[in-house]
């Protein structure tokens, strides 16, 4: 059993809207896999039951080989971490202290009875400083930084938890053209070699980044597969053009 995170059947509504509706989805390990599709189409939905915000009414949710479906958010930040559509810094914290909180907050909910020396906390928190390009910023309150760097410290954070799986909700959402195809290459030299499932809107922004791509139209997965083989896609075109593109 390969999968770093398997989706069967997945549903679910909000009162009579039916959002999900039957989604099936693999990423193996080490992969980078992206989810994308139009507005509305139930992207950050689904990683609200991938990350135990909410319940799916149908479905079954595997992460690394274990059931997950329907545990709690603490259970699953073990073997999980997530970034969210908009910042989630701390914004009176230092920019280093914001890293600091997210390798300390993930060694003690993962290794409840392995003490990981504050020294470690600290490597791991300067190594990702240097890694997102903030070094010069470390000592200034998060709140100081520009929107985009921001972004690259929320990335930060979520990579700072070392979990095995990553999951990032429109990590260039809000940046110019400059900033997204920056924000896109720092994304790519942090990732090597980790498992992420990263949502756009845009095939174009993803498409040097991803191994594989899946596109979410109305609650269900249309199609999965190479970034190049989804651009060739009949039913991937159809969708984009067919007016309900972003
Ligand atoms: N808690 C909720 N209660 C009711 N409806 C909701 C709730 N959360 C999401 N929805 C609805 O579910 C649908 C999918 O929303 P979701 O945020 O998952 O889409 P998305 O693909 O992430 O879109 P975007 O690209 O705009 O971020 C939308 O119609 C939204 O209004
Ligand atoms: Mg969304």
Same mark, same amino acid.
């Given at each position: 059993?390969?999968?770093?995170?398997?989706?069967?059947?997945?549903?679910?509504? =909000?009162?009579?809207?039916?959002?999900?509706?039957?989604? /099936?989805?693999?990423?193996?390990?080490?992969?980078?896999?992206?989810?994308? $599709? !139009?507005?509305?189409?139930?992207?950050? &939905?689904? =990683?609200?039951?991938?990350?135990?915000?909410?319940? !799916?009414?149908?479905?079954?949710?595997?992460?690394?080989?274990?059931?997950?479906?329907?545990? +709690? !958010?603490?259970?699953?930040?073990?073997?999980?971490?997530?970034? =969210?559509? &908009?910042?989630?810094?701390? $914004?009176?914290?230092?920019?280093? /202290?914001?890293?600091?909180?997210?390798?300390?907050?993930?060694?003690?909910?993962? =290794?409840?009875?392995?003490?990981? !020396?504050?020294?470690?906390?600290? %490597?791991?928190?300067? #190594?990702?400083? /240097?890694?997102? $390009?903030?070094?010069?910023?470390?000592?200034? +309150? #998060?709140?100081?930084?520009?929107?985009?760097?921001?972004?690259?410290?929320?990335?930060?954070?979520?990579?700072?938890?070392?979990?095995?799986?990553?999951?990032?909700?429109?990590?260039?959402?809000?940046?110019?053209?400059?900033?997204?195809?920056?924000?896109?290459?720092?994304?790519?030299?942090?990732?090597?070699?980790?498992?992420?499932?990263?949502? %756009?809107?845009?095939?174009?922004?993803?498409?040097?980044?991803?191994?594989?791509?899946?596109?979410?139209?109305? $609650?269900?997965?249309?199609?999965?597969?190479? +970034?190049?083989?989804?651009?060739?896609?009949? /039913?991937?075109?159809?969708?984009?053009?067919?007016?309900?593109?972003?």
């Amino acid at each position: 059993m390969n999968a770093a995170l398997e989706l069967h059947g997945i549903a679910k509504r =909000f009162g009579a809207t039916r959002v999900l509706r039957g989604v /099936d989805l693999s990423v193996a390990r080490g992969e980078r896999h992206a989810l994308i $599709g !139009p507005n509305g189409a139930g992207k950050s &939905t689904l =990683f609200d039951l991938i990350s135990g915000r909410t319940r !799916p009414d149908e479905g079954r949710i595997v992460v690394a080989g274990r059931d997950m479906t329907g545990k +709690p !958010p603490r259970r699953v930040s073990r073997v999980l971490a997530r970034s =969210f559509q &908009t910042t989630s810094v701390f $914004g009176g914290l230092s920019v280093l /202290d914001n890293l600091r909180c997210a390798a300390l907050g993930a060694a003690s909910s993962r =290794f409840v009875d392995r003490w990981l !020396p504050s020294r470690k906390i600290d %490597e791991r928190a300067h #190594a990702m400083l /240097d890694a997102i $390009g903030l070094a010069e910023r470390a000592d200034e +309150p #998060a709140a100081r930084l520009a929107y985009a760097e921001q972004r690259a410290l929320d990335l930060g954070i979520a990579l700072a938890t070392d979990a095995p799986l990553l999951l990032l909700d429109e990590p260039t959402a809000g940046m110019n053209r400059a900033e997204a195809a920056r924000a896109l290459a720092l994304l790519r030299a942090t990732t090597e070699g980790r498992t992420l499932l990263v949502i %756009e809107h845009d095939m174009d922004a993803v498409f040097g980044l991803a191994d594989r791509i899946s596109v979410l139209v109305q $609650g269900r997965v249309i199609a999965t597969g190479a +970034p190049a083989a989804i651009r060739a896609n009949r /039913d991937v075109q159809e969708a984009y053009l067919g007016g309900v593109a972003p």
